[in-house]
């Protein structure tokens, strides 16, 4: 207590003539005037005293009680080891007045009446209160009080009223008061849908005037709780009389419910409290092992191992589940492989599992949930995934230095001798010219023919598979022709190599293989590459560059300029490049430029013919280049005089940067056939532009570009093809070709192409009218691991933040 209060004890002290005051041994049981006594009401949440108790002379409590001139009241209760500790006084200078309300403070003032109050030594800030007087006689002679009766409220500076009640000293006045058995009841842990348990709670009146009673009720709308028994509202209860409230408990939803019993009355508080708990417990339950599932360091798009999760019945009543299903954050990084709990009751004992597998959809920490749906109250249970993405190889590219693998003519790789009508050769091309002989998907080759009897056709498929109704290089009798052939290996590390009609020669060489895993990640091969698509530009054209063509036994020598870093992770371009008027049969080979070039051909062009063929050519930084080694720089060799011209498509990086794309073969697959309306609704016209669909079953959802074989067939007039994404911003008809045709021949060349937003390209024919077919071997797909959700460039359709290019070098010759 203040100090100030210890003053105000010693003047009490020095002059008040204390009287003990006792009850009777044997109390009556109704208390009558005069009274002394004391009720304190404790409210239900103050944080000093909560509870109900009355203190009176006639019921056994023993009181000390000292008064003294001007009003000063000491009052000290004691009943079984507790004790109430009052002193009052009216404000300085005044006295008590019946029939006044004064309020309260912790010292004398002439504002405020004097309360100090104590529980069993314990006090608190007696502020604000009220103390409302009832009664205050005084002795004329010495002025001391000699009776009094006030009713009180003290809030000990807290959001309550913590203390209510009434005190007596030697008064007339009668007071109310009122008692509960408890204060507070909580009936436990319930199944929700149980039946209901109950709890009577008797109340006493412990006044000397009856305790009157209002209607029983709840603070706050409850469906766990019900009054089902009620002797007390809405009556009038004499000391020592009691009357009963049974409430029934049944919890109707999971976890805790709380409220409050309130019942009405005269006394000061006002009502009696009791708080009333119950905690619903789910009748259906399950166990789950394990908890979470981590599933540790895991290959961006690639399906690692399942786990597995067990479900158990754990409680009387069974238990019927849903499907399992992934929520949460990352819910591509995860896929549910098996479902045993689909359907599924279980009772007590039995058990379900489901099976998670992790397909990271993007490098680092994914986390997603695995929720288990079903009729129980907690549904549904879920179980914590997280895996971690880490970088893969799969579908990236890796080039290696051309060499030849199959030769008929040497009977390298085959038998020494032409291929006849309908022949097959299953070539074995793992394990050869610098492919791995295993982790392969798909090769990519430069397939030649010479020497054909006949107008004919090869396909090039896995072998192992029937063969599929699609060409990989077209040719007529005598020709000597390439196309570039990308096709999925098969069994036993071997492609199929099929001839149509007459006899030929084949030759093949590899230039570069894709990976079917991620097993080069553990090797020193590493990292492969990913394929960049660029919008398509022609980088040269002797015809208007150089306005001569390309000496015999030179290079051209060509750099590119998409930016430092681009430049810098570039290991390989992807280019169609065009022989144009030689002057007789010859051959163009494209490589890095590093002399001596390889022996091997990525162009096979008879005299004065046009005749294109798509290459990935590995680059190289040349420090002998006028521009130095900043750039990318490769080189195509002639063994003739001819016109060369180059067009960029894309270009294959280190797997450095954004929005890269990876490669996914398959068996050639038509999806163009303009002579019998597939995929085109007739053969195209002069100037005639067609819009080809990719059916669904080749484009999924992250398919970004694909990989085509493409076919003119028997144009009416010479003429080149172009094929470009359809709807997407920026790019529009190229100023490139992509095959080129002499009136009546039927001519192939592979392309790549992005397609659109709806998976869509555009085929656009220039001269006559021409039949168009187009063969799938492959699809590139948006890698998650290097994805970008920014859009610089390109739009929607293509890898966005495509490379901006740069002013290119101006190519120069270099003899060797």
């Not at 009490?12 to 003539?17: G, L, Q, R």
């Not at 929720?371 to 995934?385: A, G, I, Q």
């Not at 080759?445 to 896995?462: D, G, I, K, Q, R």
């Not at 009136?743 to 790549?752: E, I, L, R, S």
Request: some cysteine.
């Amino acid at each position: 207590m203040p100090n100030i209060r210890g003053v105000l004890s010693g003047v009490i002290a020095t002059v008040v003539a204390t009287t003990a005051v006792s009850g009777p041994a044997s109390a009556a049981p109704t208390a009558t005037a005069p009274h002394t006594a004391l009720s304190v009401d404790g409210h239900p949440n103050s944080w000093w005293y909560q509870g109900s108790r009355v203190f009176d002379q006639a019921d056994g409590a023993t009181f000390t009680v000292g008064a003294a001139a001007g009003g000063e009241l000491d009052l000290r209760a004691d009943r079984g080891g507790d004790n109430w500790t009052w002193r009052l006084a009216p404000p300085t200078g005044a006295s008590w007045t019946a029939g006044t309300t004064y309020q309260l403070a912790g010292y004398p003032s002439a504002d405020y009446a004097l309360a100090d109050v104590q529980h069993a030594g314990a006090t608190c800030d007696e502020a604000p209160g009220t103390l409302t007087v009832r009664e205050a006689t005084t002795d004329p002679e010495t002025g001391a009080l000699t009776a009094f009766a006030a009713s009180y409220v003290i809030s000990c500076y807290s959001s309550y009223n913590d203390l209510h009640g009434e005190i007596r000293w030697n008064s007339s006045v009668d007071y109310a008061a009122a008692a509960t058995d408890v204060m507070s009841h909580n009936f436990g842990d319930r199944l929700v849908g149980s039946p209901p348990v109950t709890r009577t709670i008797t109340v006493t009146s412990t006044g000397s005037a009856a305790a009157v009673f209002g209607t029983a009720g709840f603070f706050s709308p409850t469906t766990a709780f019900s009054i089902t028994g009620d002797t007390c509202s809405g009556t009038t209860r004499a000391q020592g009389d009691t009357c009963t409230i049974t409430i029934s408990a049944a919890p109707t939803k999971l976890g805790g419910d709380w409220t409050w019993l309130q019942l009405p009355d005269n006394t000061v508080l006002g009502k009696r409290y009791v708080q009333l708990g119950v905690n619903g417990l789910d009748p259906r339950t399950v166990g789950v092992s394990p908890a979470s599932l981590s599933f540790g360091d895991q290959y961006i798009a690639d399906r690692g191992p399942a786990n597995t999760v067990t479900v158990t019945g754990t409680s009387v009543e069974p238990t019927t589940f849903g499907a399992a299903r992934i929520t949460g954050t990352d819910t591509a990084s995860f896929v549910v492989t098996a479902d045993t709990c689909k359907g599924a009751t279980l009772a007590k004992g039995q058990t379900c599992r489901v099976d998670v597998a992790p397909t990271p959809a993007g490098a680092g920490i994914r986390t997603a949930v695995l929720e288990l749906p079903n009729n129980s109250l907690s549904t549904p249970r879920t179980v914590p995934l997280t895996v971690n993405g880490v970088v893969g190889s799969r579908g990236t590219y890796y080039p290696v230095s051309p060499a030849r693998i199959m030769d008929t003519r040497t009977g390298n790789g085959a038998a020494k001798a032409k291929l006849g009508p309908n022949g097959t050769v299953n070539l074995q091309v793992t394990g050869r010219g610098g492919v791995p002989s295993t982790g392969v998907s798909a090769v990519v080759l430069n397939v030649t023919v010479t020497e054909p009897t006949a107008s004919s056709f090869l396909t090039v498929y896995p072998s192992g598979k029937a063969k599929p109704n699609a060409s990989s290089l077209n040719f007529k009798k005598g020709w000597i022709r390439s196309n570039s052939v990308t096709v999925a290996v098969g069994s036993g590390g071997k492609v199929a190599i099929n001839n149509s009609s007459g006899y030929t020669h084949a030759i093949v060489d590899v230039v570069g293989f894709y990976a079917s895993d991620n097993s080069f990640m553990s090797t020193n091969r590493g990292l492969g590459g990913q394929f960049l698509p660029v919008v398509p530009r022609r980088l040269f054209d002797s015809r208007s560059d150089w306005k001569q063509k390309l000496p015999a036994d030179n290079q051209v020598r060509l750099a590119v300029n998409y930016g430092s870093d681009a430049n810098w992770r570039m290991r390989a371009v992807v280019v169609n490049i065009t022989a144009v008027s030689p002057t007789s049969a010859g051959f163009l080979t494209a490589w890095n430029g590093a002399w001596p070039e390889p022996k091997t051909s990525t162009v096979n062009y008879g005299a004065k013919s046009i005749t294109p063929n798509l290459a990935v050519v590995p680059v190289r930084h040349c420090y002998d280049c006028p521009w130095g080694s900043e750039y990318p720089t490769f080189g195509v060799y002639t063994l003739k005089d001819t016109h060369v011209v180059v067009d960029i498509v894309g270009f294959i990086d280190d797997s450095g940067l954004r929005n890269g794309l990876r490669f996914n073969p398959r068996t050639p697959t038509r999806i163009v056939d303009s002579r019998v309306g597939q995929g085109l609704p007739a053969n195209l016209g002069a100037g005639k532009t067609g819009v080809v669909t990719t059916p669904a079953a080749v484009a999924t959802t992250d398919t970004r570009a694909l990989a085509l074989n493409v076919t003119a067939v028997a144009p009416t007039a010479s003429t080149f093809l172009k094929v470009w994404p359809n709807g997407i911003q920026g790019i529009d008809r190229p100023d490139v070709s992509n095959l080129n045709a002499a009136a009546g021949q039927t001519v192939a060349n592979a392309a790549v192409t992005l397609i659109g937003p709806t998976d869509r390209f555009n085929v656009y024919n220039n001269s006559g009218t021409t039949g168009v077919v187009a063969d799938v071997v492959g699809t590139f797909w948006l890698y998650p691991g290097t994805s970008s959700t920014t859009v610089r460039g390109l739009t929607t359709g293509a890898p966005p933040a495509e490379p901006t290019p740069g002013d290119m070098p101006k190519p120069d010759i270099a003899r060797r």
